[in-house]
Nanobody
Framework: QVQLVESGGGLVQAGGSLRLSCTAS????????MGWYRQAPGKQRELVAV???????TYGDSVKGRFTVSRSNADNTVSLQMYSLNVEDTAVYYC????????????WGQGTQVTVSS
């Protein structure tokens, strides 16, 4: 099994920045892609950004150019640097990971709240 623990959420004013981090533990050797999803009240969970072990990253359309995802394979961590936050970014952010050669994300963190005030 793999455990994911997020940190770094909180309250920030519109236009501000915030950084989220996620550390994986357990059977980390089986982890392939890691990244972040988010879910706002009344909305479906959506992709924020994911990054492969190679460093190749994919971003959701709403965050392109504002968010940057990075990872350390040595430390089993993935981070999300968020800039130019707006109220539409308010959501619970979930760290996610999937095993090598698996399509769906099968490991999830407990979530961390990000609230952007106007």
């Amino acid at each position: 099994q793999v455990q994911l623990v997020e940190s770094g959420g909180g309250l920030v004013q519109a236009g501000g920045s915030l950084r989220l981090s996620c550390t994986a533990s357990g059977r980390v050797a089986r982890i392939g892609t890691m990244g972040w999803y988010r879910q706002a009240p009344g909305k479906q969970r959506e992709l924020v950004a994911v990054i492969a072990r190679s460093g190749a990253a994919t971003y959701g359309d709403s965050v392109k150019g504002r968010f940057t995802v990075s990872r350390s394979n040595a430390d089993n961590t993935v981070s999300l640097q968020m800039y130019s936050l707006n109220v539409e970014d308010t959501a619970v952010y979930y760290c996610a990971a999937r095993r090598l050669a698996v399509i769906q994300f099968d490991y999830w963190g407990q979530g961390t709240q990000v609230t952007v005030s106007s």
